[in-house]
């Protein structure tokens, strides 16, 4: 027998006569353990979303019968109303990420930064948790009974004489929603950026000073360039954040908006005559932005861990 | 450095507008859903909503609805991330892969696939219940992450040998010794699961479930004022669960279910 001190990996590592069974039965315990979840996971999560990429490219088949392969689908994705509804959903997710980081950032930075007020650092954190679940229908009502046509500010700014609706507002359009989307990005921007500001740390900037840099200098030269990554990463998932929203969109814009997972909505829901394969190579569509989303994002996030120890 | 008054103003201006941002909506629905016509304030959208059968309804449905889920999530999600800690480390990589792929796959594509794959049987398809296994795996990503957390704070090694020692086998460790040790963990999904599945809409709207989120979408069309109390019910109660989850789990929440 070996020193005590070696229990652990006399266990993990079981004497060779029993290899075989131990290994069997390490085998069928970590199936019953894991395999229920595996198992649901296959079903609900894997094999529907294996359904969707084959469905893409399936024909009608005669009385429910699947029919042979074809890209027929893939290229009426290319009829002008998808087209306007990937650019919309792009310019839209893209847009609100732009928003999110650099406002977020801000935020962020204007109250975790250097010198910031540090009673406000849990609040801002819990509070953006928090905001940053706050999405669908509720959120669409909020900004409603706010910049509505009846709304709450609509009607204060125009007793002092600005008529927002006649200056072009409109909360139902794309830039309306485009407001509303930042409600939920912003915050979502502030939990994602936190851990990069606190590893910007205290030392470089004042080592920058004493080498004379002025605070332009410093961001120019060492802060962005450290934050670069971990900004890039947070846009990333923000963008797709916004490309998957669905609740939000359609309840805002009764789904008229054209925006592609309105549009997926639209076939499933049989607004719209169209067959259950349109849909599938929407969300082909949807998926491929995603994934490309998704391995951009995981990219970057590790290139910004790099300074965060 | 004492940062410059120019920057500790801007500083204060971001966080100003921040503040009215974020505060105006919130305080424009409850103002909203007070307005009872002309110039009068009162609680009578809310009167009108308690006495109205739907709500009740699919507030009760939708609260069902995420109580299943929440202990379907459990009892899936606790073996088998106590086993990945204890002794499958391997199989980490492949939980977190599912997880990122709920995010490839978002919620009105998934539900385009369920409903393309499962047609039948009646008694699954046809009733809300199909919406749990959407459910479950819309809070994947959140549940396993917090209970990954939770278990990881443990000596999982020498809990499990101890109580194995002592006779104990593995229902037992799990009912009687580790799911205590992570009851923070487990109420924190539980919360989080909860605020997911009652703002819930992309699956129930498209599979033509009447819940709670669909019930206000719908109200929303018509009434607008009893639709922003409902609003603010809502917003209340998940609010609510995530200061919650917040406080107990010391958790981070990144991404909602429901938008």
């Not at chain 1, 998957?244 to 805002?252: D, E, N, Q, R, V």
């Not at chain 2, 424009?28 to 609680?43: E, M, N, P, Q, V």
């Not at chain 2, 073996?79 to 199989?91: D, E, T």
Request: without cysteine.
């Amino acid at each position: 027998m070996k020193a005590s001190t070696e229990g652990p990996a006399l266990l993990a590592v079981p004497p060779a006569p029993r290899a075989g069974r131990e290994h069997r039965r390490a085998w069928l315990s970590t199936a019953l353990f894991v395999g229920p979840l595996l198992a649901v996971l296959l079903a609900f999560l894997i094999v529907p979303a294996f359904a969707v990429l084959v469905g893409a490219f399936r024909a009608d088949g005669v009385d429910g019968a699947p029919g042979g392969f074809t890209l027929a689908h893939l290229r009426e994705l290319a009829q002008p109303q998808y087209m306007t509804g990937l650019r919309n959903s792009l310019l839209l997710s893209g847009g609100s990420a732009v928003i999110g980081t650099v406002i977020g950032g801000l935020l962020a930075y204007a109250v975790m930064g250097d010198g910031g007020p540090a009673w406000l650092r849990n609040p801002l954190i819990a509070f953006s948790g928090v905001a940053a679940n706050f999405a669908g229908v509720p959120l669409a009502l909020a900004f409603v009974a706010t910049l509505g046509t009846t709304g709450m500010v609509t009607r204060l700014l125009s007793g002092i004489g600005i008529n927002l609706y006649q200056h072009g507002f409109n909360l139902f359009t794309f830039g309306g929603l485009m407001l509303v989307y930042a409600y939920f990005q912003i915050p979502l921007m502030v939990i994602l950026i936190t851990p990069a500001l606190d590893g910007l740390r205290r030392e470089w900037r004042e080592a920058a000073e004493n080498l004379g840099a002025s605070a332009a200098q410093f961001w120019r030269m060492v802060g962005l360039p450290v934050l670069a990554p971990s900004l890039l990463a947070s846009a990333v998932l923000l963008f797709g954040n916004a490309f998957s929203a669905y609740a939000t969109a359609y309840a805002l814009t009764s789904g008229a908006l054209p925006l592609l997972p309105l549009q997926i909505g639209a076939v499933l829901s049989g607004n719209v005559l169209s067959d259950p394969h349109l849909g599938q190579a929407l969300a082909l569509l949807v998926i491929a932005v995603m994934t490309v989303t998704m391995l951009a994002y995981t990219t970057l996030e590790r290139l910004g861990s790099r300074w965060r120890r | 450095m004492r940062a410059s008054p120019a920057a500790q103003g801007g500083r204060w201006l971001v966080i100003l507008l921040g503040f009215l941002y974020f505060f105006l909506p919130i305080l424009a629905l409850a103002i909203f859903s007070l307005w009872a016509g002309g110039t009068r304030y009162d609680f009578s959208a809310y009167a009108h909503i308690l006495q109205d059968p739907q709500f009740r309804q699919t507030f009760g449905l939708s609260f069902m609805l995420a109580l299943e889920t929440i202990v379907i999530s459990l009892v899936l999600v606790v073996p088998a991330a106590f086993w990945v800690n204890l002794r499958a480390p391997g199989l980490r990589n492949v939980l977190g892969l599912l997880s990122v792929l709920s995010f490839v796959v978002p919620p009105i594509v998934l539900v385009g696939g369920l409903s393309a794959l499962y047609r039948g049987p009646e008694w699954f398809v046809g009733t809300p219940q199909f919406l749990v296994a959407g459910y479950v795996v819309l809070a994947l990503p959140y549940t396993y992450r917090t209970l990954d957390t939770g278990l990881r704070a443990l000596d999982l090694q020498t809990l499990s040998e101890a109580a194995q020692s002592l006779g104990a086998g593995w229902g037992t460790l799990l009912w009687r010794v580790i799911l205590p040790n992570i009851s923070a963990a487990v109420l924190g999904a539980a919360l989080l699961t909860f605020a997911i599945v009652l703002g819930e809409f992309t699956f129930a709207n498209v599979l033509l479930f009447n819940t709670f989120a669909v019930y206000i979408n719908y109200i929303g069309q018509t009434q607008s004022t009893p639709a922003a109390a409902l609003s603010l019910i809502s917003l209340a109660v998940t609010w609510l669960a995530m200061l919650v989850m917040l406080r107990v789990g010391r958790g981070r929440v990144a991404l909602g279910g429901t938008r």
